[in-house]
């Protein structure tokens, strides 16, 4: 149930999300500009990132989304708005199936960094009596999920030659 009384706030993990879908409070979200039906929203839970940040970006942007639909008080809006408008400046999020393409996994990981933080800080708050809740497939915190979802700048000599072509 939504807590419109500015009371505890009940959130749950992108991981909680795509483990049951029964619960979600919608059957379709509005993400970067384009309406996700039920299928989309689960595939955008289900795929790996793969080091994509676009991909952790929208993935933690549909929990902070069903999240505040449980919790109208809670004061996310801008964060949401914010990481929206880095998704919809990469490839149709709706295309593929809620694929979000086109992100540069170096360049864009630090911004992405700084968009996730707060909606990861927010989904992984948990509910009281419910320790599921804050938990992730991995058993890692959720700022740990979030550095190890992200790229490192590594080096190859395929990618340094790949820079200079």
Same mark, same amino acid.
């Given at each position: 149930g939504a807590d419109d009384t500015?009371? %505890?706030?009940?959130?749950?993990?992108?991981e909680w999300w795509r483990r049951n879908p029964d619960a979600w409070p919608a059957t379709s979200l509005v993400v970067a500009g384009a309406e996700l039906a039920a299928r989309d929203l689960q595939h955008v839970l289900n795929r790996q990132a793969r080091g994509n940040p676009g991909l952790v970006l929208q993935r933690q942007l549909v929990a902070a989304r069903f999240n505040a639909m @449980?919790?109208? =008080?809670? !004061? *996310?809006?801008?964060? *949401? !708005? =914010? =990481? !929206?408008a880095f998704l919809g400046g990469l490839a149709p999020a709706g295309q593929g199936r809620g694929a979000v393409r086109g992100a540069n996994r170096v360049r864009d990981a630090e911004a992405v960094r700084d968009l996730? /933080? %707060? @909606?990861?800080?927010?989904n992984g708050q948990g509910c009281a009596g419910d320790p599921e809740a804050s938990m992730?497939?991995?058993? @890692?915190? /959720?700022?740990?999920? *979030?550095d190890?979802?992200?790229?490192?700048e590594t080096l190859s000599l395929g990618a340094l030659k790949a820079r200079y072509r």
């Open positions: 500015g009371g %505890p706030v009940c959130c749950y993990t992108a @449980l919790n109208p =008080a809670a !004061d *996310m809006g801008a964060a *949401m !708005d =914010a =990481a !929206d996730i /933080a %707060p @909606l990861v800080e927010f992730t497939a991995t058993g @890692l915190s /959720a700022f740990e999920a *979030m190890k979802a992200l790229p490192e």
